[in-house]
């Protein structure tokens, strides 16, 4: 039984590149969810998905932040012209079935933006 | 505002020492869910406990309990009889029934165990 992956596990990047991370959730979890987060401080809340559908989203969200949950299995989170403000660590949780679970998290992205 | 307030930044026990970790929360909702998540330093979010808002029930697991006080608005967590492994963060969280897929995260209580 694997947990939640997520992949790169680090990636440095260059002030205005384009990153992209994915996560593999639990398999047949319905829900998964992204957060955000910063050194010394807890996750924040970024999206979720049900299945396919994107359902919720942060206003921590800019336009500059896309995620996608094609065929409702893995997502990605795409981050676009990147800033030194992004760098964090990007974490990716999922929960089963159509009610409130637990949320189960996976290692988590840390993006640096240099 | 902060729904979720873990006041205490940094706990430093010596092994075997008992620790508290305080969280006081905010709601509006009379559904909610409150949970507590471990943070090793590899990092990665360890599911501990969740409580619903009906069920002030406490509960012992080991050497982890927990106290959940409405009147209060807190749902404390303890650690018996301490070890190193237990050296981690610990989060604090909630999730309101209107917004049920939402985690509101504390800032969460570095713990760490000497031998």
């Known amino acids: 039984d694997t947990g939640v992956s997520q992949d790169p596990r680090h990636k440095i990047t260059k002030r205005g590149q384009n990153v992209t991370f994915r996560c593999d959730p639990i398999s047949e979890h319905n829900r998964l969810y992204w957060y955000r987060q910063t050194l010394g401080q807890g996750p924040e809340f970024l999206t979720y998905?049900?299945?396919?559908?994107?359902?919720?989203k942060s206003r921590l969200l800019s336009d500059r932040f896309s995620a996608e949950r094609p065929k409702g299995s893995f997502s990605t989170l795409e981050i676009q012209r990147t800033e030194q403000g992004d760098s964090a660590m990007y974490l990716c949780?999922?929960?089963?079935?159509?009610?409130?679970?637990?949320?189960?998290f996976g290692p988590g992205t840390r993006l640096t933006v240099l | 505002a902060q729904k979720v307030t873990q006041a205490q930044t940094e706990i430093s026990v010596v092994e075997k020492e008992d620790v508290t970790l305080d969280c006081v929360y905010e709601t509006r909702d009379t559904t909610y869910y409150l949970f507590w998540y471990k943070q090793p330093p590899s990092g990665e979010l360890v599911f501990l406990i969740r409580?619903?808002?009906?069920?002030?029930q406490n509960e012992i697991s080991g050497r982890y309990s927990w106290n959940f006080q409405k009147s209060t608005s807190s749902f404390n967590f303890t650690i018996t009889a301490s070890q190193v492994v237990d050296s981690a963060v610990y989060f604090c969280?909630?999730?309101?029934?209107?917004?049920?897929?939402?985690?509101?995260f504390g800032a969460g209580t570095t713990v760490t165990v000497r031998a």
């Open positions: 949780a999922s929960s089963p079935g159509d009610f409130y679970n637990e949320q189960f």
């Open positions: 998905f049900q299945n396919e559908a994107q359902l919720e």
């Open positions: 969280a909630l999730s309101e029934g209107r917004n049920d897929y939402k985690l509101s």
């Open positions: 409580r619903n808002s009906f069920d002030e």
